[in-house]
């Protein structure tokens, strides 16, 4: 299994897909670092060899990807959240920072659902004499 930036990369895909396991790289890095290297997207990354590894290693080091990105990413966030933004609120609320709608949906960030009774007068008075 070909070794890339320190990540085991699937051998059994093709370059074009087989980059994409690498955090950071996308669609569009992988064009850009195949046209650099002269490598063809239709290879298998099983037929890599050293040479080819090390012309994308080096192409790879001008693109932020790895940890250096996730790094990049949590700061990012961290910083919102000091300055108290809204977006570093809703970040620290654990709740969707883009505006999505979260009545119904956004299950993702705000966990399993929970459903919540309706109460009658008497009943929430009886709870509210247990609390105290």
Same mark, same amino acid.
């Given at each position: 299994?070909? #070794?890339?930036? @320190?990540?085991?990369?699937? $051998?059994?895909?093709? *370059?074009?897909? !087989? %980059?994409?396991? /690498?955090?950071?790289? +996308?669609?569009?890095?992988?064009?850009q670092l195949l046209a650099k290297t002269?490598?063809?997207?239709?290879? #298998?990354?099983? @037929?890599?060899?050293?040479? $080819?590894?090390?012309? *994308?290693?080096? !192409? %790879?080091?001008? /693109?932020?990807?790895? +940890?250096?990105?996730?790094?990049?990413?949590?700061?990012?966030?961290?910083?919102?959240?000091?300055?108290?933004?809204?977006? @570093?609120?809703?970040?620290?609320?654990?709740?969707?920072?883009?505006?999505?709608?979260?009545?119904?949906?956004?299950?993702?960030?705000?966990?399993?659902?929970?459903?919540?009774?309706?109460?009658?007068?008497?009943?929430?008075?009886?709870?509210?004499?247990?609390?105290?």
């Amino acid at each position: 299994m070909p #070794r890339i930036a @320190g990540i085991d990369i699937p $051998e059994h895909l093709r *370059l074009e897909y !087989a %980059l994409r396991s /690498i955090y950071g790289v +996308g669609k569009s890095n992988v064009h850009q670092l195949l046209a650099k290297t002269n490598l063809d997207p239709n290879k #298998r990354a099983k @037929g890599l060899t050293d040479a $080819e590894i090390a012309s *994308l290693q080096k !192409a %790879l080091e001008e /693109i932020v990807y790895g +940890g250096e990105l996730r790094r990049q990413v949590a700061q990012n966030i961290s910083r919102l959240k000091n300055i108290g933004s809204y977006r @570093g609120y809703r970040h620290k609320a654990n709740l969707p920072a883009h505006g999505q709608r979260t009545k119904t949906n956004a299950r993702t960030k705000r966990g399993k659902r929970v459903t919540v009774g309706a109460f009658k007068k008497s009943d929430t008075a009886k709870v509210e004499t247990k609390a105290k």
